[in-house]
């Protein structure tokens, strides 16, 4: 996967979100936004709990799931009043095999030498291709309108003379801190430190001990989610320890790289095209002269 940058390729990195520590207070949402500079979202009330911004997109790179479900905690005898809160931040997967990268027409995105997807601004031509492709509702365009209020046009990333930037928009994964030798800002945030950053190996292997440690404690709807290589995208950059089923938080359960057919599609499309070609000409051959 990162071949192509020879000596300097870095071990891929990534995150290990553990949402049985997750307390909802949004430090990373906060620290993602003033760090990347993403503009403000989710000042309506949804009426989704306590949810104020409802799903990851261009102006929300973080976003924190809260789902009150009457169950217990734990699986330990009877407990008629049982209540618990499932706090989960999400992010962008950083797929192994990313669609919205395969399908990017200008090389507008492309994979670090850390093995993260990030989008270049600059290339970006809004063709919105990348958000269908996408099997998480990840990625989006930004629809911002301009104002007389809105912050100064080079802050928000716009591009002068337009009314909105129309460009894709996502996590980087903060590139530019990676870069620096720092952790991303969302992970350097967050006080439970349920969102954990490092080289993918490590962090999938403190997973494997925190999943055991929760079972052996009979913790309810304790999972993995996204840690297989061998899964529908070849594995997550960034995956989770779950509480109950994927759909819950609002992900799916069995996600595919939504590319994976293109090969064989193109193949069929290319033999369709020959035999209508062949039989073109075979009707002018063959007719009355």
Known sequence: MLDSYGSDAKERVGFFTDTSICIGCKACEVACKEWNLVPEDGLVWTGESYDNTSALGANTWRHV???????????????????RWLMSSDVCKHCTHAACLDVCPTGALFRTEYGTVVVQEDVCNGCGYCVPACPFGV?????????????????????????EDGRAWKCTLCYDRLKGGHEPACAKACPTESIQFGPLDELRERAGKRLEKLEAENW?????????????????????????????????????????????MWKTAAVATGALVLGVVASFLGGPR
């Open 139 to 163: 990625i989006d365009r930004r629809h911002l309108p301009r104002s007389p209020a809105d912050p100064p046009a080079e802050i928000l990333g716009l591009q002068l003379g337009k009314r």
């Open 65 to 83: 799931a809260f789902v009150e479900q009457k169950e217990p905690a734990r699986l330990e005898g009877d407990q008629p009043d049982a209540l």
């Open 220 to 264: 309810n709807g304790a999972r993995l989610y996204g840690n297989d290589p061998d899964d529908g995208v070849g594995g997550f950059g960034a995956f989770f320890l779950l509480l109950d089923e994927p759909e819950v938080y609002g992900l799916p359960p069995d996600p595919v790289v939504t590319t994976a057919h293109l090969p064989q």
